[in-house]
């Protein structure tokens, strides 16, 4: 009896469940902004809808790799792949930083979306480098997501 | 590509001054520069505009819903033309609304009335004699329903003569008589008892003669709103007309606007011409008068001209990514052509689906066909659209058609029973090598805005500018990129990597001696040499930017089949087959517009700072000619297409 698809489960659990909160928070807290906003000027709503949506990427990127995860070991759509205990912790590293990353830069992403959102109520034609500014952050999201996904790959099972 | 632009001062005579503006605005040729000298009033003007703009709005309430796929096209003659029935519709909308706003407000304090007042109308007596009865005392009014009883006991001990009725908004409606002496302190009473009084109104007719006319008056109001509104409704099906004025006053606005400064004889006219429009500018000008005189100069250091772009109808989509981050500097050359290639391409990449592809030239085609969009956005919907055709391409060679594997090439080579195959790469399987491609895509992009920094420098006659700052990381990166591919390819050293390696030492040696040649002393020029190879740290950072083609191409194929994998797991039973279509839909328009959304931001991203970060300066303004604004109306279908 082996620990090694307990390991790979709460690894996809850690890479869906914190990047998915680092968007969530992310996603609020330029929400709060958008919505006040939006209250003065409805006009708007595209691009503050865009820069709202922006923090949302880390959750993908966290689903994604809980996917990826599952699907190598055979829990979605197939048989369980026996794996050992040494896979088992590979996984659950590889999703380490995706899980960690997402969870942090999409809240730090949110904030900067909020500004950017704040940016865009006062002067519209500044929405795009709003837009660039906030996307910055998710650079950072992007490695990580990078650097799961080759570790992911390395494994074999 | 930037078409240099003139200055040119436009002499003429004050009679023909508004002929010229006429003639001026009609070509879209020049652009003006605004001169504060002389003010010009156009407060009725804007007055007017405020009033049509007012009445469109009024008028969109009563008429179809406002389509999307509206497309209002006129001649210009009828665009200038000075129309009555405009003016005509214009106040009968006014009149009209100002009628039904009356209307509607008399409505409602009637209505207001008639709720008060019906409970009594079982009340037989005439008011005004309810009012000026000398010995008693007559009032009207409601109780809350759990203080009746009280109230009632009450007028039982007091033995008031009184009357209830129901009421279905007020609770309990009352009606009761008092001795005029006593009324005051029974009044106090029957106040603490929750009762609260309703003044009568000021009538000579029985309440239920009061009540009715009442009735009466609100029906006879409506009736007169329904047959408003039926007005309205006719009138908003000529909206056009008004929309039509609208973009013809504002027109004239911005024509007399324009101010001419003056000379002791004539009037004269500042702006701005692109070079190779100059002859049209002469004819349009002569066409007017034959008292005319036009000067034109080259801009000196001094001026800030605006900067005019021209490209083909492909490059001028994507001119809108470039003017996002900022228009281009008079002075630079054109990044728009190498900008809409790159754009284009890598946008496929990161969405990389047939289907994704296929959706968004069927989405934006139909855009772009019925909605007729103007100005910034047709370009992003040219944009989208076009892209459609790359992520096509890149969905072939990735081999997935809806996130499900698909091979063009297999289905093809089925037909002439050959083996054939059109997937060259799998990002999912091997991302890896997708990782190296689009590290060396990202090298090649680099090297291509360190190509435009040479050039821009060669052409400022900057020559050791040009190899000190562009042509040494150009060596170094394509030497680099030749040891790599190398060592990859045959893994082995041989003559090409020593080529490779001979490039890059080549320009490593360059940056170190040339870097530092603007510091005067022996250290400096050190440090300078120094500093500069530390800088490839940061080229080092700009090539791994370049994975997100990759994360983002694994990222919309990996969803787009999961989200088939789940739909594939609840097909069981019909209502599963249901569910599962609902799950197909739901989850590929999600996939498809959040990689759509990420395509758009990261691929501008890698324009911006990794592309353009290598040579681009911007800070210049567009050239916008002197033309017919068009805000509610399409398009003036005999005059030449404006361009943005």
């Known amino acids: 009896m082996t620990y ?28 709060r902004s958008a919505t006040g906003v939006l209250a003065e000027k409805p006009n708007l709503f595209g691009s503050v809808l865009v820069l709202q949506a922006l923090p949302g990427t880390q959750g993908i990127y966290g689903f994604l790799m809980a996917v990826l995860i599952l699907q190598k070991v055979g829990l979605l759509g197939g048989q369980a792949v026996p794996l050992d205990d040494w896979q088992g912790w590979a996984f659950l590293g590889a999703a380490i930083p995706i899980a960690l990353v997402g969870l942090l830069s999409g809240i730090a992403q949110g904030k900067v979306a909020a500004t950017s959102i704040l940016m865009t109520g006062k002067r519209p034609e500044m929405a795009t480098r709003g837009i660039t500014m906030t996307a910055l952050v998710e650079t950072y999201a992007i490695l990580a997501l990078l650097v799961s996904i080759l570790m992911y790959a390395a494994v074999a099972v | 590509m930037i078409v240099p632009v003139k200055k040119a001062r436009i002499f003429v005579l004050e009679e023909r001054k508004d002929e010229l503006v006429r003639a001026l605005q009609k070509a879209s040729l020049l652009m003006i520069v605004p001169n504060s000298s002389l003010s010009v009033d156009v407060t009725s003007d804007t007055a007017l505009l405020q009033r049509i703009n007012k009445a469109i709005n009024d008028l969109s309430h009563y008429g179809k819903k406002k389509s999307l796929f509206k497309h209002h096209e006129v001649t210009y003659e009828n665009f200038m033309l000075e129309d009555e029935r405009q003016l005509r519709l214009l ?7 100002e009628n039904l706003n009356s209307l509607l407000s008399h409505i409602k304090k009637t209505e207001e009335s008639f709720q008060r007042y019906a409970p009594f109308r079982e009340i037989d007596i005439n008011v005004s004699d309810l009012k000026k009865s000398s010995f008693s005392r007559y009032h009207v009014g409601h109780v809350q329903e759990d203080s009746l009883d009280n109230l009632k006991a009450f007028f039982a001990e007091k033995e008031i003569p009184y009357q209830t009725f129901s009421s279905p908004i007020y609770g309990t409606a009352l009606f009761f008589a008092s001795f005029y002496e006593e009324d005051e302190q029974l009044l106090g009473e029957v106040n603490k008892r929750s009762f609260s009084e309703v003044d009568l109104p000021d009538v000579n007719l029985t309440m239920s003669d009061y009540v009715s006319n009442l009735e009466n008056d ?28 609208y973009d ?52 000196t250091d001094g001026d800030l001209p605006p900067t005019a772009i021209k490209n083909n109808k492909f490059v001028t989509q994507f001119e809108t990514i470039t003017n996002m981050y900022s228009v281009p500097h008079h002075k630079e050359l054109d990044p728009n052509p190498a900008v809409a290639i790159w754009y284009w391409i890598i946008f496929g990449i990161m969405m990389g689906d047939i289907g994704y592809g296929l959706a968004m030239l069927t989405i934006f085609g139909l855009a772009i066909w019925l909605i007729k969009p103007k100005g910034t956005l047709k370009q992003l919907v040219s944009v989208f659209f076009y892209s459609g055709i790359t992520s096509i391409v890149a969905g072939i060679l990735f081999g997935s058609f809806f996130g499900a594997p698909f091979d063009l ?16 790469l799998n990002p999912v399987n091997d991302p890896l090598i997708m990782l190296g491609f689009s590290l060396v ?95 490839s740290t940061s080229y080092v950072s700009d090539i791994l930017s370049y994975s997100r083609i990759l994360a983002l191409s694994l990222s919309s194929a990996v969803i787009a089949s999961t989200m088939n994998l789940l739909a594939g797991m609840i097909q069981g039973s019909v209502i599963g087959f249901i569910l599962s279509l609902l799950v197909y839909l739901v989850g590929h328009v999600f996939n498809f517009v959040m990689s759509m959304l990420s395509a758009y931001v990261h691929d501008g991203r890698l324009q911006y700072i990794e592309f353009f970060g290598k040579f681009y300066e911007g800070g210049g303004y567009l050239f916008e000619p002197f033309s017919i604004r068009l805000k509610q109306i399409s398009e003036i279908s005999d005059l030449r297409e404006e361009r943005r």
């Open chain 2, 248 to 299: 013809r006053i504002q027109a004239k606005i911005d024509r007399k606007t324009v101010a001419f400064a003056k000379t002791e004889k004539s009037f004269y006219l500042d702006g701005w011409v692109r070079a190779d429009q100059v002859d049209e500018l002469s004819k349009t000008v002569k066409a007017v008068t034959t008292d005319f005189d036009i000067e034109l100069s080259d801009p």
């Open chain 2, 409 to 424: 090439g297999a289905l093809i080579g089925s037909l002439f029973a050959q083996q054939w195959t059109t997937i060259i």
């Open chain 2, 218 to 245: 609100l029906s006879a109001r409506k009736k007169q709103v329904g047959d408003l509104e039926i007005g309205l409704k006719d009138l908003a099906k000529s909206k056009s007309l008004l929309e039509l004025m």
């Open chain 2, 91 to 97: 106040e009968d909308v006014e009149t009209k609304i």
């Open chain 2, 441 to 535: 895509f990202g090298v090649l992009h680099i090297i291509n805005g360190l190509g435009f920094k040479f050039a821009l420098l060669i052409r400022r006659k900057d020559y050791v500018g040009a190899i000190a700052d562009a042509l040494s990381w150009i060596l170094i990166l394509v030497g680099l990129v030749l040891f790599a591919a190398q060592l990859v390819i045959w893994t082995s050293a041989s003559l090409l990597s020593y080529i490779g390696l001979g490039f890059a030492g080549v320009g490593a040696l360059l940056l170190l001696f040339l870097a530092g040649r603007k510091s005067k002393n022996i250290f400096g020029k050190v440090l300078g040499g120094l500093g500069a190879l530390y800088k």
């Open chain 1, 4 to 31: 090694g698809l307990v390991l790979s489960i709460i690894g996809a659990a850690l890479a869906a469940g914190l990047a998915g909160i680092g968007s969530a928070v992310g996603v609020s807290i330029a929400g």
